[in-house]
């Protein structure tokens, strides 16, 4: 049996999305060029991480896209 990671319900490491929030909401505190991070953040991200980002904020996005065009639409619409 393959030993797992997980005790008592908890990983050891924490979501990367989460983690990669944290990130991004730090770098902004003290960098002017947010929004070029943000991008690089989008391009780091699956088109499933995509899809269900936009609709966290009410857009709606066809995976039959290319990634690149996900990221700008998303981009442009956030």
Known sequence: M???NIKNGITAEK??????KCIHTFKC???KDCEKIARTELN???KNDLE???RENG????KRKSKAKLVEQ???EL
Do not use: H
């Open 2 to 4: 393959a030993k797992s």
């Open 15 to 20: 979501p990367k999305s989460f983690i990669s």
């Open 29 to 31: 505190l003290f960098s």
């Open 44 to 46: 780091a991200m699956t």
């Open 52 to 54: 269900i980002l936009g």
């Open 59 to 62: 857009i709606e996005l066809d």
């Open 74 to 76: 998303l981009y442009n």
